[in-house]
């Protein structure tokens, strides 16, 4: 019979060795997390540029009432994130639980090519992308010749199809990246249970709703909040395809900062009240994912 198990403590010189590595990583995660945070929510009570800032009070949040830029902001990046988010999710599920079959050949160079665009170049992929959309470029002329559409869509230049452009690019650009964390949850899925089910007469579609979904819940819940948190400080896109255009129908918050600090006249103050409105909205919306995750164990 096995005796009990004995739990060894630290010895205190191990102990002291174990700090001496810890302690740098704390000091810079202070240094360059914490105290910027801090600093930040200081700032967004006050206002002015560089060292002659005042105390305002409430001001730059009460600004935001009545900003009628920042309600477009918000607007179009909670369109972002209820519209793009939920069809990367499916697309990546999708694309995973194909490029997870045994029956695939080329598997690899699938996998590597869906991969690819979360590595590619930002400025290059955004010329591209405009060149493609543009008013005489491959995608319209496609399209045209397709007979799908009588004249060329203004893929920039108008309100709802720039948004859908940057829908797209979005989705282009990360689904291969969610995509790996899926292909690696599969991988980790029992054959056996697969063939358990087909003996029962499961389907395809079957078994990917009672078997596949249910055993990737941890890492589908990671990747919705991963991408909530991009899509609310999404700021490449825009800013390199649409600049925000056209007549800031496709500007969201993050590139609303940038215009604030860096575009129209400095305000610190207000440009720090803005960056916590992100900073609350990706509290509330991972704090509710976690939750209904958690309701549903």
């Not at 198990?5 to 914490?34: D, G, Q, T, Y």
């Not at 045994?102 to 955004?126: D, E, H, M, N, Q």
């Not at 992308?129 to 008013?135: C, E, G, P």
Request: charged share 15%; glycine share 6%.
């Amino acid at each position: 019979m096995a005796g009990p198990v004995v739990k060894k403590e630290m010895s205190p010189r191990l102990n002291r060795r174990a700090w001496v590595f810890i302690i740098p990583s704390i000091i810079l995660i202070v240094a360059f997390v914490f105290y910027p945070m801090i600093q930040a929510f200081i700032t967004s009570f006050e206002t002015g540029t560089g060292n002659k800032l005042a105390f305002a009070g409430i001001k730059n949040y009460k600004r935001l009432l009545t900003d009628t830029t920042f309600r477009k902001a918000l607007f179009n990046t909670l369109i972002y994130l209820v519209v793009q988010v939920p069809i990367m999710i499916l697309l990546a599920l999708a694309i995973s639980s194909m490029l997870n079959s045994k029956r695939l050949k080329f598997k690899g160079l699938f996998r590597t090519a869906i991969f690819l665009p979360c590595v590619t170049s930002l400025v290059a992929y955004s010329i591209i992308f405009k060149s493609l959309f543009a008013t005489d470029g491959f995608v319209n002329v496609l399209l045209m010749n397709l007979h799908v559409i009588a004249e060329p869509i203004s893929w920039i230049t108008d309100p709802v199809w720039a948004k859908i452009l940057i829908i797209l690019a979005i989705t282009w650009r990360w689904t291969g990246y969610n995509m790996v964390f899926y292909l690696s949850g599969l991988q980790g899925i029992d054959d056996s249970i697969y063939e358990a089910a087909e003996i029962d007469g499961a389907g395809a579609l079957q078994k990917f709703k009672s078997i596949t979904l249910p055993m990737l819940k941890p890492i589908i819940l990671f990747t919705t909040i991963n991408s909530t948190i991009g899509t609310l400080q999404l700021f490449d896109e825009p800013m390199n395809i649409t600049q925000g255009g056209p007549a800031n129908a496709t500007i969201t918050i993050s590139q609303y900062i940038y215009n604030i600090l860096f575009k129209y006249s400095p305000d610190f103050g207000y440009a720090a009240a803005v960056s916590y409105v992100i900073v609350i909205m990706i509290m509330v919306l991972s704090f509710i994912q976690l939750k209904v995750g958690d309701k549903n164990e």
